[in-house]
C-alpha cells in the first residue's frame, strides 16, 4: 500500500513539474549561464550611468624670437619667452551622462511553448538596452514610447588668441638694429595713445571712435612686443574622458593634470591626479533586492530584470581641490529587482532601465 501510495504522489510530482515548465512563457537567465549555441531566445540589457567629463583646457604655444637676446635692454622685467614649449592651463570641466549597456545586467530571455496563442514582444535597442516587453493579451496595447535621442559627440572648440606679427625690412640689417627699430616702434605707439587718451577732446567726445583707435593701437603694440618677448599662441580645446562608477571604489583616479603635459588619460603622466568621487545618497536603501549572486546562479521563469536607480553626489576633484560638483542619477547604484510577466506589458526608461509604464489584462 506505501508502495501505491509513493508512485501516485512521484507522479504528481512529475506531473506538476511538467505543467509548470509548460506554463512558463520564457524564463530569464544571466547571460554567462547560457549554454553556448543556446538558440530559441535573445538578449537584453539594462543601462548602466557612465560619466562624461569634459576637460576645458587652454593650451599656450610658446615661440622664442630671434630678438630675444636684445629684450631686456628695451623691455626691463618684462616675461621673455627663452625657450619653444607648450603651457597648459585647466579651465573648466563640465559633468554629463550617457547611457550605455550595463556588462552586470546582460540577461538571456529563453521562449518556450505559449499557450493558447499568447503573444509575446520583446523591444530592444541597437545597443540590446531593452526598451518594452510584454506577455499575453496586454502585448497588443499601444504605448507612447519617447524616441531615444542619439547622442551626438562635442565638436573641440577651438579659438584662436594669437596674432600676425608685423614684418619689417630685414635686408642688411642685423638683430641689434632690428630690436633698435622695434622698441622705436612701441615707444611710438605708446605715445600715440597718450595723446589719444589725453590730447584730443574732440575724438574723446566720441566713444566708438575712440575705443575703435585705441583697441588698433593695443593690437599693434602686442605685435611689436611680440617680436622682442616671443609669441603666445593660444587655443581652447575640450579634452573629454569618459568614466563608469561603480560601488565598490566610491573614489576613482582617471587622468593626471600638468601645466607642461596637460590632461593624460589614466594613472600614468605627471602632474596633479584627477579624481571623481561618487556618494550614494542611499534613496534606494530601504528596498530588499537580490543580491548579485543570486541573480547570477538562477533562472526566473515569466519574470524579467528592470531597475530602480540611485542619486548620487558626483565631484570631481584636481588633487583634494573640488573642480566640479552635481547630483545625479547612476544607474548601477541602484536596486535590481524583477517584474512578472502575464499579460502584462511594461515600458521601461532606455536611460535609467526603470519601469516607466505598465499595462495589464
Known amino acids: 500500500m506505501n508502495k501505491i501510495v509513493t508512485k501516485i504522489a512521484l507522479a504528481l510530482l512529475v506531473m506538476t513539474c511538467m505543467m509548470g515548465q509548460a506554463e512558463a512563457q520564457i524564463v530569464t537567465t544571466f547571460a554567462r549561464n547560457v549554454t553556448p549555441g543556446q538558440?530559441?531566445?535573445?538578449?537584453?540589457?539594462?543601462?548602466?550611468?557612465?560619466?562624461?567629463?569634459?576637460?576645458?583646457?587652454?593650451?599656450?604655444?610658446?615661440e622664442k624670437s630671434p630678438l630675444a637676446d636684445y629684450a631686456q635692454n628695451y623691455m626691463g622685467n618684462a616675461d621673455v619667452v627663452e625657450y619653444e614649449t607648450t603651457e597648459y592651463?585647466?579651465?573648466?570641466?563640465?559633468?554629463s551622462t550617457v547611457a550605455s549597456p550595463d556588462p552586470s545586467a546582460l540577461f538571456f530571455v529563453t521562449f518556450g511553448s505559449a499557450r493558447g496563442g499568447a503573444k509575446a514582444l520583446f523591444d530592444v535597442m541597437p545597443n540590446g538596452i531593452i526598451r518594452s516587453v510584454g506577455l499575453g493579451n496586454a502585448v497588443g496595447e499601444e504605448t507612447a514610447v519617447a524616441p531615444v535621442k542619439e547622442e551626438q559627440p562635442e565638436a573641440p572648440v577651438a579659438k584662436a588668441c594669437s596674432k600676425d606679427v608685423t614684418s619689417l625690412i630685414t635686408t642688411g640689417k642685423s638683430n641689434g638694429q632690428l630690436a633698435k627699430e622695434v622698441?622705436?616702434?612701441?615707444?611710438?605707439?605708446?605715445?600715440?595713445?597718450?595723446?589719444?587718451?589725453?590730447?584730443?577732446?574732440?575724438?574723446?567726445?566720441?566713444?566708438?571712435?575712440?575705443?575703435?583707435?585705441?583697441q588698433k593701437l593695443e593690437e599693434m603694440e602686442d605685435e611689436y612686443?611680440?617680436?622682442?618677448?616671443?609669441?603666445?599662441?593660444?587655443?581652447?580645446v575640450v579634452k573629454t574622458v569618459y568614466?563608469?562608477?561603480?560601488?565598490?571604489?566610491?573614489?576613482?583616479?582617471?587622468?593626471?593634470?600638468?601645466?607642461?603635459?596637460?590632461?593624460?588619460?589614466?594613472?600614468?603622466?605627471?602632474?596633479?591626479?584627477?579624481?571623481?568621487?561618487?556618494?550614494?545618497?542611499?534613496?534606494?536603501?530601504?528596498?530588499?533586492?537580490?543580491?548579485?549572486?543570486?541573480?547570477?546562479?538562477?533562472?526566473?521563469?515569466?519574470?524579467?530584470?528592470?531597475?530602480?536607480?540611485e542619486q548620487a553626489l558626483v565631484k570631481v576633484l584636481r588633487g583634494n581641490k573640488p573642480l566640479a560638483e552635481e547630483r545625479m542619477t547612476v544607474n548601477q547604484l541602484g536596486a535590481l529587482l524583477m517584474a512578472p510577466l502575464q499579460n502584462t506589458k511594461l515600458v521601461f526608461d532606455t536611460k535609467t532601465g526603470q519601469i516607466t509604464n505598465l499595462i495589464m489584462q
Not at 89 to 95: F, G, S
Not at 288 to 308: L, T
Open 243 to 309: 568614466v563608469i562608477p561603480n560601488k565598490e571604489t566610491p573614489v576613482q583616479t582617471v587622468a593626471r593634470f600638468s601645466e607642461y603635459e596637460g590632461l593624460t588619460v589614466g594613472t600614468a603622466g605627471s602632474g596633479e591626479t584627477i579624481s571623481v568621487q561618487t556618494m550614494s545618497l542611499n534613496t534606494t536603501e530601504a528596498i530588499n533586492a537580490p543580491s548579485q549572486s543570486a541573480i547570477e546562479s538562477m533562472n526566473y521563469e515569466n519574470k524579467v530584470f528592470y531597475r530602480v536607480p
Open 89 to 95: 592651463k585647466l579651465l573648466d570641466v563640465k559633468m
Open 39 to 62: 538558440q530559441n531566445g535573445l538578449y537584453y540589457s539594462l543601462p548602466q550611468t557612465m560619466l562624461k567629463l569634459d576637460f576645458v583646457i587652454e593650451e599656450t604655444k610658446l
Open 225 to 236: 612686443t611680440q617680436l622682442l618677448l616671443g609669441q603666445r599662441k593660444s587655443k581652447t
Open 183 to 214: 622698441a622705436d616702434k612701441i615707444e611710438e605707439i605708446r605715445k600715440a595713445k597718450f595723446y589719444l587718451i589725453s590730447g584730443d577732446v574732440e575724438m574723446a567726445s566720441n566713444p566708438e571712435t575712440f575705443s575703435m583707435m585705441y
